[in-house]
T-cell receptor
Framework: AQSVAQPEDQVNVAEGNPLTVKCTYS??????LFWYVQYPNRGLQFLLKYITGDNLVKGSYGFEAEFNKSQTSFHLKKPSALVSDSALYFC????????FGTGTKLQVIP | DGGITQSPKYLFRKEGQNVTLSCEQNLNHDAMYWYRQDPGQGLRLIYY???????QKGDIAEGYSVSREKKESFPLTVTSAQKNPTAFYLC????????????FGPGTRLTVL
């Protein structure tokens, strides 16, 4: 069975500071990993994915994620946070059938 | 929200009534999905469909039913057998099951009174 864990319910960061949202995964075989963002009362929007290749994946809105096979992690990062980045972030894993994490609320403080 | 529409945005029903949630996409995607979102639990997969006239149960299919008679449409029926139906329901689609970058609709918030 596949699973993904987001250990932080909420992350607070000051505007302009770098941000990291953590994700670890468990899957047999090669992982297909995703990050999505959800704004209040909206559907999810795709940010980025890792299937193979470079361990640093670049995505939408200046976000990137680092795949670490030995630590089974796929942390989401951004060099400089914006207030508009405040939202709920979901990590997901899977091929064909995707399993989502419980989400991390990111609060960027002006 | 990427060419996927869900209607209505808010839905209220009395306990014991079946209710059908609409999901339509104009992205020409083969695969479609239904998720349920509850606070603190993330998204849980209810049903998914790889192609017209084919669908598979997800992790929490009990009390739900779907149909896929057209490529564009994947309605979800919440039956009276679903013990706790009040939730936010999200529909999604992807080019195929193998290309599973999913596009989500805006969601339907169902409240059962």
């Amino acid at each position: 069975a596949q699973s993904v864990a987001q250990p932080e319910d909420q992350v607070n960061v000051a505007e302009g500071n770098p941000l990291t949202v953590k994700c670890t995964y468990s899957v047999s075989g090669n992982p297909y990993l995703f990050w999505y963002v959800q704004y209040p009362n909206r559907g999810l929007q795709f940010l980025l994915k890792y299937i193979t290749g470079d361990n640093l994946v670049k995505g939408s809105y200046g976000f990137e994620a680092e795949f670490n096979k030995s630590q089974t992690s796929f942390h989401l990062k951004k060099p400089s946070a914006l207030v508009s980045d405040s939202a709920l972030y979901f990590c997901a894993v899977g091929y064909q059938k995707v399993t989502f994490g419980t989400g991390t609320k990111l609060q960027v403080i002006p | 929200d990427g060419g996927i529409t869900q209607s209505p945005k808010y839905l209220f029903r009395k306990e014991g009534q079946n209710v059908t949630l609409s999901c339509e996409q104009n992205l020409n995607h083969d695969a479609m999905y239904w998720y349920r979102q509850d606070p603190g639990q993330g998204l849980r997969l209810i049903y998914y469909s790889q192609i017209v006239n084919d669908f598979q149960k997800g992790d929490i299919a009990e009390g739900y039913s779907v149909s896929r008679e057209k490529k564009e449409s994947f309605p979800l029926t919440v039956t009276s057998a679903q013990k706790n139906p009040t939730a936010f329901y999200l529909c999604a689609s992807s080019i195929s099951l193998r290309d599973n970058e999913q596009f989500f609709g805006p969601g339907t918030r169902l409240t059962v009174l």
